[in-house]
């Protein structure tokens, strides 16, 4: 499957991921925001409540207290005798004070025994010890102002409601103990307000000693209750001893709350309000049910859609990986044919000049065969191993794995002294036009090739035009490659070469198989097809690109691209001579692992007045080298060998530092190829006599210069 549509599957899977990732994220995001607003909602409203609690308690207990100072206020100076003596008209008294308080449920005055003298429930009053009350106890000890005493049950005879008492101290003229004067409250005026108030679920609210006892609660409880002062209320109410709040779990029922508290200014009671954590828990989880209710099918209906459209995006691209299967198995199939196209051009040709040699070499073979018979085919055997050479190197040019020799060269320059040959080339019919700038256009590149490839397409022109036209040669400068080309970019540009014909043009359909090895459209025998190839191969090896536009009718153009050279550089002349041939002695290592091109190149340099050494591998010429390499004056090495080839064997013998020149030979080599040469000389296979003693001699009479300008030591 191509990456693009890996990548879309894969972002729609992200996608879906994310459509339920990103909601659930928001989802538990707005959760934890919402548990703490609930929960700062319900601290508010629970302080709203304790607020309320805390007025009404507080006026209670004022109120309460008033009455007991007017009480005392009217037994102030009275003897427990008096009081008795008056008990009629004291109890209706304190019956009409308890009658106006609906939370008291009876007013008592106590002499120091802790005998009744008088109450607002009957009359006359019991004959009942209650010296044993706490309410008594605590004031008979000592002074202690106003005392809300425990939670008591009522004593026979009386019956009734639970209460708890608020009393003070009644003294003697003296100031001795006299006794207490009384209030029993009632705990259900609270309850029954706190029920009032206390609508919402889970309310709880409660009145509370400072000891921890509990005197009010809501909900209702049927037994005794207290906080423990060692317990978490009580450490917190010890931390923070007016008002505080806390998470706490009631020993009155055992249900946990959220609650605060508060004191009774001047009063050891503390109100307190607050809500079951189940309640706001509730609050939070009908909160959350509210954005499931609208969130829940958004979003499943956004990822049942990225389902839709990732199942429907899977079975486009099951479809375009089918179409792509079917589409490599036809290119297969066309590069199958390609090949069996260029393995057919290739036999063909190679078995017409195989033909031309076996039929020359039997003929040389009779003993009658006249001299200039004789000369005739050892001529032809020549011109057609120069045709097979040639044949090999533009098969090799367009597979781009010829050894190519860069050098820096002007192409004006170079198409200038082309034009003039080309005319030679291509007959008088055909008027040549060369259109070349005065500036100076660098190239590095292989100066032979380029030629090669301008011959090529100038001759193919030529062919087009049935001999008779136009040919317009133009060299210009250009910052950037067309766009349908895929070459990288040179940094200083291009120097592009058009060739432009007048002749039939081509067919847009042939675009893509011009340049194809054998592909012609010409008649059998009018050309080979591996022209324009050549051309394709030498572009792309040199880092350039090959382009043509053609119209049907109206010409063709074809536009070689080089990567432009720029600064000062020493613009070679590509059309050099080699230099003439001068016999001399010298004692040459020949490193082939061929036999029979080892003894032929062997021979060659032995008519030549040579003396050789032939090895068949890279490791044996170096075990000879180390026992004298003065005896040697050339190395001449093939390049592909087992084991070490002759460009490692060449940079051993220059890692070593031995004073010889070298010299390869190569039919084709991948690393020549990619590579180059490592500025050793070469010898392109196959080679003759002379072009083998041009190189030899080349290479030895570089080293008698380099020795005869070495300074005297």
Same mark, same amino acid.
């Given at each position: 499957?191509?990456?693009?549509?890996?990548?879309?599957?894969?972002?729609?899977?992200?996608?879906?991921?994310?459509?339920?990732?990103?909601?659930?994220?928001?989802?538990?995001? #707005?959760?934890?925001?919402?548990?703490?607003?609930?929960?700062?909602?319900?601290?508010? %409203?629970?302080?709203?409540?304790?607020?309320?609690?805390?007025?009404? =308690?507080?006026?209670? &207990?004022?109120?309460?207290?008033?009455?007991?100072?007017?009480?005392?206020?009217?037994?102030?100076?009275?003897?427990?005798?008096?009081?008795?003596?008056?008990?009629?008209?004291?109890?209706?008294?304190?019956?009409?004070?308890?009658?106006?308080?609906?939370?008291?449920?009876?007013?008592?005055? &106590?002499?120091?025994?802790?005998?009744?003298?008088?109450?607002?429930?009957?009359?006359?009053?019991?004959?009942?010890?209650?010296?044993?009350?706490? @309410?008594?106890?605590?004031?008979?000890?000592?002074?202690?102002?106003?005392?809300?005493?425990?939670?008591?049950?009522?004593?026979?005879?009386?019956?009734?409601?639970?209460?708890?008492?608020?009393?003070?101290?009644?003294?003697?003229?003296?100031?001795? &103990?006299?006794?207490?004067?009384? !209030?029993?409250?009632?705990?259900?005026?609270?309850?029954?307000?706190?029920?009032?108030?206390?609508?919402?679920?889970?309310?709880?609210?409660?009145?509370?000693?400072?000891?921890?006892?509990?005197? !009010?609660?809501?909900?209702?409880?049927?037994?005794?209750?207290?906080?423990?002062?060692?317990?978490?209320?009580?450490?917190?109410?010890?931390?923070?001893?007016?008002?505080?709040?806390?998470?706490?779990?009631?020993?009155?029922?055992?249900?946990?709350?959220?609650?605060?508290? +508060? $004191?009774?200014?001047? *009063?050891?009671? @503390?109100?307190?309000?607050?809500?079951?954590?189940?309640?706001?828990?509730?609050?939070?989880?009908?909160?959350?049910?509210?954005?499931?209710?609208?969130?829940?099918?958004?979003? =499943?209906?956004?990822?049942?859609?990225?389902?839709?459209? @990732?199942?429907?995006?899977?079975?486009?691209?099951?479809?375009?990986?089918?179409?792509?299967?079917?589409?490599?198995?036809?290119?297969?199939? +066309? $590069?199958?044919?390609?090949?069996?196209?260029?393995?057919?051009?290739?036999?063909?040709?190679?078995?017409?000049?195989?033909?031309?040699?076996?039929?020359?070499?039997?003929?040389?073979?009779?003993?009658?065969?006249?001299?200039? $018979?004789?000369?005739?085919?050892?001529?032809?055997?020549?011109?057609?191993?120069? /045709?097979?050479?040639?044949?090999?190197?533009?098969?090799?040019?367009?597979?781009?794995?010829?050894?190519?020799?860069?050098?820096?060269?002007?192409?004006?320059?170079?198409?200038?002294?082309?034009?003039?040959?080309?005319?030679?080339?291509?007959?008088?019919?055909?008027?040549?036009? !060369?259109?070349?700038?005065?500036?100076?256009?660098?190239?590095? =590149?292989?100066?032979?090739?380029? %030629?090669?490839?301008?011959?090529?397409?100038?001759?193919?022109?030529?062919?087009?035009?049935?001999?008779?036209? $136009?040919?317009?040669?133009?060299?210009?400068?250009?910052?950037?490659?067309? !766009?349908?080309?895929?070459?990288?970019?040179?940094?200083?540009?291009?120097?592009?070469?058009?060739?432009?014909?007048?002749?039939?043009?081509?067919?847009?359909?042939?675009?893509?198989?011009?340049?194809?090895?054998? @592909?012609?459209?010409?008649?059998?025998?009018?050309?080979?097809?591996?022209?324009?190839?050549?051309?394709?191969?030498?572009?792309?090896?040199?880092?350039?690109?090959?382009?043509?536009?053609?119209?049907?009718?109206?010409?063709?153009?074809?536009?070689?691209?080089?990567?432009?050279?720029?600064? /000062?550089?020493?613009?070679?002349?590509?059309?050099? %001579?080699?230099?003439?041939?001068?016999?001399?002695?010298?004692?040459?290592?020949?490193?082939?692992?061929?036999?029979?091109?080892?003894?032929?190149? #062997?021979?060659?340099?032995? +008519?030549?007045?040579?003396?050789?050494?032939?090895?068949?591998?890279?490791?044996?010429?170096?075990?000879?080298?180390?026992?004298?390499?003065? /005896?040697?004056?050339?190395?001449?090495?093939?390049?592909?060998?087992?084991?070490?080839?002759?460009?490692?064997?060449?940079?051993?013998?220059?890692?070593?530092?031995?004073?010889?020149?070298?010299?390869?030979?190569?039919?084709?080599?991948?690393?020549?190829?990619?590579?180059?040469?490592?500025?050793? %000389?070469?010898?392109?296979?196959? *080679?003759?006599?002379?072009?083998?003693?041009?190189?030899?001699?080349?290479?030895?009479?570089?080293?008698?210069?380099?020795?005869? +300008?070495?300074?005297?030591?």
């Amino acid at each position: 499957m191509p990456t693009a549509q890996r990548n879309s599957l894969r972002l729609l899977r992200w996608m879906m991921a994310a459509s339920l990732a990103l909601p659930l994220a928001l989802f538990l995001f #707005a959760s934890a925001m919402s548990r703490i607003s609930t929960r700062e909602a319900a601290d508010q %409203e629970i302080q709203r409540t304790l607020d309320v609690t805390h007025e009404h =308690a507080l006026k209670v &207990f004022e109120t309460i207290d008033r009455s007991l100072a007017e009480i005392t206020e009217v037994v102030r100076g009275m003897s427990d005798a008096e009081i008795v003596a008056r008990e009629k008209s004291l109890h209706e008294r304190l019956r009409r004070v308890a009658d106006t308080l609906p939370q008291v449920k009876s007013i008592w005055v &106590f002499d120091a025994n802790g005998h009744a003298l008088v109450n607002s429930l009957v009359q006359p009053a019991p004959d009942i010890d209650f010296s044993d009350r706490d @309410y008594f106890r605590i004031h008979a000890e000592r002074e202690i102002g106003t005392y809300i005493g425990e939670v008591l049950t009522p004593r026979a005879p009386y019956q009734g409601a639970r209460f708890f008492s608020v009393g003070r101290r009644r003294n003697n003229e003296d100031g001795s &103990f006299g006794g207490v004067i009384q !209030a029993s409250v009632l705990p259900e005026y609270f309850e029954n307000f706190y029920a009032k108030i206390g609508r919402e679920p889970g309310s709880f609210l409660a009145l509370i000693r400072t000891d921890g006892s509990i005197l !009010a609660h809501f909900p209702v409880i049927d037994h005794d209750a207290r906080f423990e002062p060692s317990g978490p209320l009580g450490r917190q109410i010890v931390a923070n001893p007016e008002t505080g709040g806390m998470t706490i779990r009631s020993p009155a029922d055992g249900i946990e709350r959220r609650m605060r508290y +508060q $004191r009774l200014a001047e *009063y050891p009671i @503390y109100v307190s309000a607050g809500l079951e954590t189940s309640a706001i828990h509730a609050r939070w989880i009908a909160t959350m049910a509210q954005h499931l209710i609208f969130g829940i099918p958004a979003t =499943a209906l956004l990822f049942g859609l990225l389902v839709l459209a @990732y199942q429907r995006t899977e079975r486009l691209e099951e479809e375009a990986d089918r179409r792509i299967e079917a589409e490599d198995a036809l290119r297969h199939g +066309q $590069r199958l044919e390609a090949l069996g196209q260029l393995t057919g051009g290739v036999a063909h040709d190679f078995n017409n000049l195989l033909t031309v040699i076996r039929a020359s070499v039997d003929m040389l073979r009779r003993p009658d065969l006249p001299e200039p $018979r004789r000369q005739r085919y050892i001529d032809a055997i020549s011109n057609t191993v120069n /045709r097979a050479a040639k044949l090999t190197n533009q098969l090799l040019a367009f597979a781009r794995r010829q050894t190519l020799k860069p050098e820096v060269f002007d192409v004006c320059q170079n198409v200038r002294t082309l034009s003039e040959m080309i005319t030679t080339l291509i007959g008088s019919r055909i008027e040549i036009t !060369a259109q070349v700038p005065d500036e100076t256009c660098l190239v590095n =590149a292989d100066a032979g090739q380029f %030629e090669t490839a301008i011959i090529n397409m100038a001759v193919n022109a030529r062919d087009a035009m049935d001999g008779v036209g $136009r040919l317009t040669i133009a060299v210009r400068t250009v910052s950037k490659l067309p !766009a349908e080309a895929i070459t990288p970019p040179s940094p200083h540009g291009h120097v592009a070469v058009s060739v432009t014909d007048t002749g039939v043009g081509i067919p847009q359909e042939l675009f893509g198989r011009i340049f194809e090895p054998f @592909y012609t459209t010409k008649e059998v025998g009018h050309g080979t097809g591996l022209g324009l190839s050549q051309v394709f191969g030498f572009a792309k090896q040199s880092g350039g690109e090959v382009t043509v536009a053609s119209e049907v009718g109206k010409g063709s153009t074809f536009t070689l691209y080089l990567p432009r050279v720029v600064g /000062r550089h020493s613009a070679q002349s590509p059309l050099t %001579e080699d230099a003439p041939f001068d016999p001399t002695s010298a004692s040459v290592l020949i490193v082939e692992d061929n036999a029979e091109v080892g003894k032929f190149a #062997a021979d060659t340099l032995t +008519q030549l007045g040579c003396t050789c050494m032939l090895v068949e591998n890279a490791t044996h010429a170096l075990e000879e080298l180390a026992v004298d390499p003065d /005896r040697f004056d050339l190395v001449f090495t093939d390049v592909v060998m087992p084991g070490m080839s002759g460009i490692e064997l060449a940079e051993e013998i220059r890692r070593q530092r031995l004073d010889l020149p070298i010299v390869l030979a190569s039919g084709y080599s991948q690393v020549l190829s990619q590579q180059g040469s490592g500025g050793f %000389e070469l010898l392109q296979k196959p *080679y003759s006599a002379e072009q083998l003693a041009r190189v030899l001699h080349k290479a030895t009479r570089s080293r008698r210069l380099k020795r005869d +300008q070495a300074p005297a030591g």
